[in-house]
């Protein structure tokens, strides 16, 4: 039904900027919430950012300031802009897409900021 590709992840050196997309595509209704989850090796996965199909964001304590998430309705599409970047914030980047009938996943993109 629903499809979330992640893309635009890479190796970054610390205080680095990357942009990070995600597309969703198929049967997307008007009303979903789109996050940015993230997990490292050997822990568990974090919730990043999120905005509603309103525009409304909220963000994890350990990026405020450094990334905003954003999202372009026409094209189904969310946005992760991180700047600053730090070694801690090596991770696989998932995005999630959640409406009422559930909620999809994306296959990740890896982002590597090395010291």
């Known amino acids: 039904q629903v499809q979330v590709v992640e893309s635009g992840g890479g190796l970054v050196q610390a205080g680095g900027s990357l942009r990070l997309s995600c597309a969703a595509s198929g049967s997307i209704l008007s009303f979903n919430i789109m996050r940015w989850y993230r997990q490292a090796p050997g822990k568990q996965r974090e919730l990043v950012a999120h905005i509603t199909s309103g525009g409304s964001t909220n963000y994890a304590d350990s990026v405020k300031g450094r990334f905003t998430i954003s999202r372009d309705g026409a094209k189904n599409t969310v946005y992760l802009q991180m700047s600053s970047l730090k070694p801690e914030d090596t991770a696989v980047y998932y995005c999630?897409?959640?409406?009422?009938?559930?909620?999809?996943w994306g296959q990740g993109t890896q982002v590597t900021v090395s010291s």
């Open positions: 999630n897409l959640v409406d009422r009938r559930g909620d999809y």
